[in-house]
Antibody, heavy 120, light 106 residues
Framework: EVQLEESGGGLVQPGGSLRLSCAAS????????MRWVRQVPGMGPMWVSS????????TYADSVKGRFTISRDNAKNTLHLQMNSLRAEDTAVYYC?????????????WGRGTVVTVSS | DIQMTQSPSSLSASVGDRVTITCRAS??????LSWYQQEPGKAPKLLIS???KLRSGVPSRFSGSRSGTDFTLTISSLQPEDFATYYC?????????FGGGTKLEI
């Protein structure tokens, strides 16, 4: 079964750090572009970051640029999001998602999400 | 940044109704427009990509279309499991952006 599973969320104080992970299974992870998307409950999703298949190119939303780092380990079928200098406004459910391989760029597989709460 | 204006924000309908949801892009996104369905407490589910390409396993009552920078999602005959929130997303250029959502209620 094609699956993504996030982990690493939790409660952290403002200014703190968290590292999210996303374990992929059931498909050839190294062949897919991947993204992180977050969502505040009751609001629409927001794109956070993307990474190419080989990890050579990364892009970020302005609101997280310089604080978050996306990476991947294709040998371990794992995607990461290192989040530093966390702010209250980073509180959200964080999803990893796979970009469809057919060129349409839709997000065809999503994890269940991991909750990040930034609060003192 | 490309703004995606989605309307209506909420919609009341009945089983069997035909409903249309619209997304307007502030500039061209070509056909890099996807539609997602989200049920409470779950991740979004991809319904349509490339503006009109129905994803595998998605019922044929869902359809998408494009006219310039205007995109529509149509559900031809609502079923009970269709009552959810729907989002559009442009993936033409970064930052990738989503519409504000349409909550479809009974």
């Amino acid at each position: 079964e094609v699956q993504l599973e996030e982990s690493g969320g939790g409660l952290v104080q403002p200014g703190g750090s968290l590292r999210l992970s996303c374990a992929a299974s059931g498909f050839t992870f190294s062949e897919y572009l991947m993204r992180w998307v977050r969502q505040v409950p009751g609001m629409g999703p927001m794109w956070v970051s993307s990474i190419t298949e080989d990890g050579s190119k990364t892009t970020y939303a302005d609101s997280v640029k310089g604080r978050f780092t996306i990476s991947r380990d294709n040998a371990k079928n794992t995607l990461h999001l290192q989040m530093n200098s966390l702010r209250a406004e980073d509180t959200a459910v964080y999803y990893c998602a796979r970009v469809a391989a057919d060129g349409t760029r839709g997000l065809d597989i999503w994890g269940r999400g991991t909750v990040v709460t930034v609060s003192s | 940044d490309i703004q995606m204006t989605q309307s209506p924000s909420s919609l009341s309908a009945s089983v069997g109704d035909r409903v249309t949801i619209t997304c307007r892009a502030s500039q061209t996104v070509a056909s890099y427009l996807s539609w997602y369905q989200q049920e409470p407490g779950k991740a979004p589910k991809l319904l349509i990509s490339d503006a009109s390409k129905l994803r595998s396993g998605v019922p044929s009552r869902f359809s998408g279309s494009r006219s310039g920078t205007d995109f529509t999602l149509t559900i031809s005959s609502l079923q009970p499991e269709d009552f959810a929130t729907y989002y559009c997303e442009q993936s033409y250029s970064t930052p990738l952006t989503f519409g504000g959502g349409t909550k479809l209620e009974i």
